[in-house]
């Protein structure tokens, strides 16, 4: 008879398999739960498949039901009106009025609002499609090379996970039990301080390399009033969300539903005074396409529970931690290597699949190396608390989760930048990627260097 362990690793590399053939993750991991705990019952006398199997009437009614992940399909709604009701475009088009006059000034307007437009939208696939396909053509035609002009989109896409709201901040959160109100407010900080150093990464290159981006033009003024002028009302709106919840001034679940209708209202606003917003049409294509990205999320994390308790009965999380434990690494090389697989991950695996099926193999084994449930932050390993640890932990493996969106063999970010145009190819994306990847390690070891800059906001606002 094989041992529990063994078959939770068989189970995980079935599921990984899975994954790799494309079939849908929740379908993955049910299935890998179901089969998993099957072969357990049969092997360990004290596992039954039956009790296992009852669970399911209520646990699927747990995961809907669940106050905490209501605010799922709220953040999903509000990035989907607030496409519909051009409001990316809006951002864009008034960001480039600011900044064109500065050579580069039009990438950076693009990552820029790559961070604007990921804080509604809360998912970095979507944040490089939408933001792609109104950025790219324009950034072209003004004579950017194809390199600097992909690369900015693709590296601004991974800005949706982590600027909040977001909906990965939501699940690592509902998974390691911390407050989501709490992540938010923790994600502030790095998240700025990637679109600065996007910006200045733009502005290194084009003063290194003129001829990636043109000599900046003129904008008749009148068009530029007008951009402005529309941008103000977006900035309010996106400004409000974002620093109302940062500030701890409402909790997730209002400030979803305040977004969605003030991005209605002026969307529906919008239409009747310019005939260019948001309409009915619009508005029931937005909430069709909720309740199917939704519907998957919720199946997403159904099958993220089944799998949990295959491999909570299989002793493999428990394994880990012992493992880990006993190695005699230090805890920061723990923590790294860690980092390196979420990182590895990321070039083939979507981020929300990767954060429900790893951190509940990593969040326990980094709470043992820190001294276990009851550590204070004298004692232990990395020289805070366990909620701190969790906050910290969160904000690090989200931003590495995304550096997988941009690595190479496989980005899928840079897949979806070279979808919108077939002239630019996977390599000129890449090439154009690399030097916003550099600085997105830098920025991870200046944050695992100086946990206050993730600690300092939730700390003080007390979430």
């Given at each position: ?61 747990e ?112 998974i ?28 290194v ?23 402005i ?49 948001l ?52 805890p ?24 429900l ?7 326990p ?13 004298e ?15 969160g904000?690090?493996a ?31 994306v ?34």
């Amino acid at each position: 008879m094989l041992d529990p362990e063994i078959i939770g690793l068989i189970g995980l590399a079935v599921l990984f398999g899975l994954l790799a053939l494309r079939m849908p993750v929740g379908l993955a991991m049910i299935f890998v739960g179901i089969g998993g705990t099957w072969a357990l019952s049969l092997a360990v006398s004290h596992v039954r498949f039956v009790p296992y199997l009852r669970q399911f009437k209520s646990l699927l009614w747990e995961n809907v039901a669940s106050y905490e992940l209501s605010v799922l399909p709220l953040f999903i709604l509000m990035g989907f009106i607030a496409s519909e009701a051009r409001l990316s475009q809006d951002l864009f088009k008034g960001l480039e009025a600011l900044l064109a006059r500065r050579r580069g000034g039009v990438a950076m307007a693009a990552v820029t609002a790559c961070g604007g437009f990921g804080a509604v939208c809360g998912s970095s696939l979507a944040t490089a499609a939408t933001m792609g396909r109104v950025a790219l053509p324009e950034l072209l035609r003004l004579g950017y090379a194809p390199s600097l002009a992909s690369g900015a989109l693709a590296a601004g896409g991974t800005l949706g996970i982590l600027i909040p709201p977001s909906v990965a901040l939501v699940i690592y959160a509902v998974i390691v039990e911390g407050s989501i109100l709490q992540m938010f407010q923790a994600a502030l900080i790095p998240g700025l301080m990637a679109v600065a150093t996007f910006t200045i990464v733009i502005a290194v290159m084009v003063r290194a390399r003129p001829d990636l981006a043109p000599e900046p033009g003129p904008m008749p003024a009148d068009e530029r009033r007008a951009a402005i002028r529309r941008l103000v009302p977006v900035i309010v709106i996106f400004g409000a969300i974002i620093l109302g919840l940062g500030l701890g001034l409402f909790t997730p679940t209002p400030a979803a539903s305040i977004g969605v209708f003030l991005i209605m209202v002026y969307g529906f606003a919008l239409k009747w005074i310019t005939g260019e917003g948001l309409s009915f049409a619009g508005l029931i294509d937005a909430i069709r396409q909720t309740a199917v990205t939704a519907g998957m999320i919720y199946l997403i994390l159904f099958g993220a529970e089944v799998l949990k308790g295959f491999f909570t009965r299989s002793g493999l999380p428990a394994t880990l931690s012992d493992w880990a434990m006993a190695s005699g690494f230090d805890p920061f090389v723990v923590l790294i290597i860690m980092l390196a697989i979420f990182m590895l991950l990321g070039c083939f695996m979507e981020s929300l699949a990767m954060i429900l099926v790893v951190v509940p193999f990593f969040w326990p084994t980094l709470v043992a190396l820190n001294g276990g449930d009851y550590v204070t932050a004298e004692t232990a390993a990395y020289g805070m608390d366990n909620e701190s640890l969790k906050i910290w932990f969160g904000i690090l493996a989200l931003i590495v989760v995304e550096l997988g969106l941009i690595t190479p063999p496989v980005g899928l970010n840079v897949f979806i930048i070279s979808s919108l145009n077939r002239d630019i190819g996977m390599g000129t994306v890449f090439k154009g990627v690399t030097p916003f990847l550099g600085a997105e390690l830098v920025r991870v070891g200046i944050l695992l260097a100086l946990p206050a800059l993730t600690l300092t906001l939730p700390r003080l606002l007390g979430g």
